[in-house]
């Protein structure tokens, strides 16, 4: 049972989807990060097919050597979770930390889950002025347990490789969510794979490029005994046999390529979406850059007001008060395809012309 996940003043328990729940359900989705339209066909129809096998115990040793594969690692370095977020409780609940820090604004879920495990957690806050980038001196020498997002959700900055890494330390184990690093093209800056970083855990998960948020499926990639002491927390058969079939399909050649060129739309509309916001400029408005994520982090006046009046003109929006670090003027916009992207911002002019 999860505790009150309210710390400092932050609900840390709430999440994007909240935005487009009930009396949300029929609003333009600007809220989740997990890209439009998908699965797509192909996938879905791979899933479909991997039913046949619910009477039998999932057997994820396939799906397992197909991450370590991509990754060009030994399966024993790979462990595969229902969703990212499975993954944040297991190190919660398994690792022998004393001294946990989570570097903000960022996904909640992990300092959630340190909490919810009985852990006091320390934050180290980036600041605006700085662009939210990465400063490894803020980050206490004592703490034993780092968690860092790459690219950071909700800011949509992209940390160089170096500087994250050079957050190791013997002793320590750093955790980097590398969740939305398939969406940034060519995977600049990414972890994954690497074995010279010493207490290296990067989490991918493969809900948001593939639209499988309701499938729940990720994995952990590290060294060998962090991989067994958290396999030793998980429950028997943890992922299901269609979420291993997801997750043997979505990183073979052919579904890396697709992921390939959507990360490189995105991009473009990504470029589309933050040129319209900086037209608007003028009223307030301005936008985290450069934006390297599927999203992107604005701040403006009255944005509590703004995104109530969003919502009457159709479009949900996710609010950034709920994240430490940020407060009551920021949103966070998910990035869509052009002709979206457009409504949205013709309604943000609207929004803004009474604030």
């Known amino acids: 049972m999860r505790t009150d996940p309210v710390a400092g003043g932050h609900d840390l328990g709430h999440h994007g989807d909240a935005e487009v729940r009930d009396d949300g359900s029929a609003l333009v989705d600007l809220a989740v990060n997990v890209r439009a339209d998908t699965p797509p066909a192909w996938l879905r129809e791979h899933i479909a097919a991997s039913l046949s096998w619910l009477a039998a115990y999932p057997d994820g040793r396939a799906a397992r050597a197909a991450v370590a594969a991509r990754h060009g690692l030994p399966v024993e370095r790979v462990l595969l979770t229902a969703g990212a977020a499975e993954a944040f409780v297991l190190l919660a609940r398994a690792l022998k930390v004393s001294r946990p820090v989570v570097v903000h604004p960022q996904f909640t879920e992990p300092e959630a889950a340190l909490r919810n495990a009985g852990h ?24 034993d347990l780092v968690v860092v997002g790459n690219p950071t959700n909700p800011t949509s900055v992209l940390h160089p490789a170096a500087v994250v890494a050079g957050l190791a330390r013997p002793g320590r184990t750093l955790v980097v969510d590398e969740a939305f690093m398939d969406a940034v093209p060519g995977e600049r800056e990414a972890l994954a794979g690497r074995t010279d970083v010493p207490g290296l855990v990067v989490l991918r998960s493969l809900t948001k490029t593939w639209g499988l948020a309701g499938l729940r499926i990720g994995y952990v990639l590290a060294d060998e005994d962090t ?129």
């Open 120 to 143: 006091t957690v320390d934050r180290v806050l980036l600041r605006e002025e700085d662009g939210f980038r990465l400063d490894p001196a803020a980050v206490p020498e004592e703490a």
């Open 227 to 355: 991989v067994a002491e958290l396999e030793r927390a998980q429950p028997l058969w943890p992922v299901s046999a269609p979420a291993l079939a997801a997750a043997e399909a979505c990183v073979g050649a052919a579904a890396l390529a697709e992921a390939a060129e959507a990360a490189e739309r995105v991009a473009a509309d990504r470029a589309h979406l933050v040129t319209g916001l900086r037209g608007l400029a003028g009223r307030g408005v301005r936008v985290v850059e450069p934006a390297e994520g599927p999203f992107v982090l604005v701040r403006l006046p009255d944005a509590g007001v703004v995104r109530e009046r969003l919502r009457a003109a159709g479009y949900a929006v996710r609010r950034g008060d709920t994240f430490p670090g940020l407060g009551a003027k920021w949103l966070r916009v998910a990035v869509r395809d052009r002709g979206t992207t457009d409504g949205l911002l013709d309604a943000l002019g609207q929004a803004l012309r009474t604030v």
